[in-house]
């Protein structure tokens, strides 16, 4: 098992035969109305470790990600957090409009700009009703000028500065994460090329 906290660069590994298997009853069961036997789908399932071998890690790591298999796919200290630049919206490129949304459904709002290595990010607000509706994110190679990514964002916006980008995965393009706040279940990883399906992450999100 390998456990990677990307935020702060740090891999542990453990084997799996050295691990506990353990079963959790899930705190949303009503035990008093609810009486054995339980449904698989109410217990939490997974493997215990002794928290301290997991030092700075904390009780809730939500920038942590599990990987169980004979070799680690992360590539450490690759991965960075994106500090957005407040632009105008005259600087944002064009040729998002009509694709997505009708442009005049909607106004721009705040537009933001970030560079690193031959890659330009540009995120932009779209309101209506004069609140933030969507956000839009288009990516460019600043020495081609071409398009590498673009994606708009509809669902439970995460405030600027939870993005991440960077290479993360062995034998994977570069990624970006973090637009989006998934109520239940887990936020997709997704790569920085067209013909690379996203990498989704299992999780336990109840609640």
């Not at 691990?19 to 009486?35: G, H, T």
């Not at 004979?70 to 407040?86: D, Y």
């Not at 460019?140 to 993005?163: C, H, I, S, W």
Request: proline share 3%; glycine share 6%; hydrophobic share 35%.
């Amino acid at each position: 098992m390998f456990i990677y906290d990307y935020s702060k660069n740090v891999l542990k590994t453990f084997k799996i035969n050295d691990l506990n298997f353990m079963a959790c009853l899930s705190v949303y069961v009503d035990r008093v109305r609810e009486l054995p036997p339980y449904d698989k789908s109410d217990f939490m399932i997974g493997f215990e470790i002794d928290e301290q071998l997991l030092p700075g890690f904390g009780m809730f790591s939500t920038d942590v990600l599990v990987f169980i298999g004979k070799e680690s796919p992360f590539i450490q200290g690759q991965l960075q957090r994106i500090v957005w630049q407040k632009i105008k919206s005259k600087y944002f490129p064009s040729g998002m409009e009509g694709k997505y949304f009708k442009d005049s459904e909607y106004s721009k709002g705040d537009s933001y700009k970030y560079e690193t290595g031959d890659l330009q990010y540009f995120a932009q607000d779209l309101v209506k009703n004069n609140s933030v509706f969507a956000r839009r994110l288009l990516v460019m190679d600043r020495r081609t000028k071409n398009k590498v990514y673009e994606a708009v964002y509809t669902r439970d916006l995460a405030p600027f500065g939870r993005q991440w980008t960077g290479r993360l995965f062995k034998n994977k393009p570069k990624v970006i994460f973090g637009f989006e706040y998934i109520s239940f279940g887990c936020e997709s990883i997704e790569l920085l090329k067209s013909s690379e399906e996203a990498i989704r992450i299992h999780c336990d999100n109840r609640h």
